[in-house]
């Protein structure tokens, strides 16, 4: 049974950082692209940023410079490592792993963690 549980979250204040770790289990976790979305309220959940098995990512532009994504394959677990966060970086942020996928697929599919509250606010 494959599950991915999200780790992380927070509140925080303009400018501040925050680590977000999804740990996976059930996989084989060196084969699937990792990825990030988030879901801001009222809003449709977006791609923030993606990372292939053979580790090529992408991002999405507003996160670009401040937002890193990785992966430990020994540890089964990725990544989302959250500088300069802004008051628009407020959502609930989501895992999802795909085998053999690539870092941002038209249609994302695959396993889903349950979301972690990231909020941004002084």
């Known amino acids: 049974q494959v599950q991915l549980v999200e780790s992380g979250g927070g509140l925080v204040q303009p400018g501040e950082s925050l680590r977000l770790s999804c740990a996976a289990s059930g996989i084989t976790f060196s084969t699937h692209a990792v990825r990030w979305y988030r879901q801001a309220p009222g809003k449709e959940r977006a791609f923030v940023a993606g990372?292939?098995?053979?580790?090529?990512?992408l991002y999405t532009e507003s996160v670009k410079g401040r937002f890193t994504i990785s992966r430990d394959n020994a540890k089964n677990t990725m990544y989302l490592q959250m500088n300069s966060l802004r008051p628009e970086d407020t959502a609930v942020y989501y895992c999802?792993?795909?085998?053999?996928?690539?870092?941002?697929?038209?249609?994302?599919?695959?396993?889903w963690g349950q979301g972690t509250q990231v909020t941004v606010s002084s």
């Open positions: 990372m292939t098995a053979s580790s090529i990512t």
């Open positions: 999802n792993s795909e085998m053999y996928g690539s870092a941002c697929p038209p249609v994302p599919r695959g396993s």
